[in-house]
Nanobody, 123 residues
Framework: QVQLVESGGGLVQPGGSLRLSCLDT????????VAWFRQAPGKEREFVSC???????YYPDSAKGRFTISRDNAKNTVYLEMNSLKPEDTAVYYC?????????????????WGQGTQVTVSS
């Protein structure tokens, strides 16, 4: 059974960095696409990055050049490295996985979700 557990959130100053981790305690990530989304108060859930079954990566313009998604199949963990953080990156960040291995930026295409981890960028 899939159970996603995020960690690594916290408070960071503008320009700082954080690394989020997502562990699937129930099964392997291998063969599945995994994505990160975020949601700020009063806003819709927003796509942040995806890594597909073949480790190809995808980002929206807001994350390109600053965020990096990666996976360690041996540890069954997906990471999101976030650099040059801005106050507008403040949100709850969610890890998600889908049964299919292909990329999608639509949250409705992901069946499994973690509980979220808060990221706050503030001086």
């Amino acid at each position: 059974q899939v159970q996603l557990v995020e960690s690594g959130g916290g408070l960071v100053q503008p320009g700082g960095s954080l690394r989020l981790s997502c562990l699937d305690t129930g099964r392997t990530f291998s063969g599945h696409a995994v994505a990160w989304f975020r949601q700020a108060p009063g806003k819709e859930r927003e796509f942040v990055s995806c890594i597909d079954w073949n480790s190809r990566t995808y980002y929206p313009d807001s994350a390109k050049g600053r965020f990096t998604i990666s996976r360690d199949n041996a540890k069954n963990t997906v990471y999101l490295e976030m650099n040059s953080l801005k106050p507008e990156d403040t949100a709850v960040y969610y890890c998600s996985s889908r049964e299919r291995g292909y990329y999608s930026s639509a949250p409705t295409n992901y069946e499994n979700w973690g509980q979220g981890t808060q990221v706050t960028v503030s001086s």
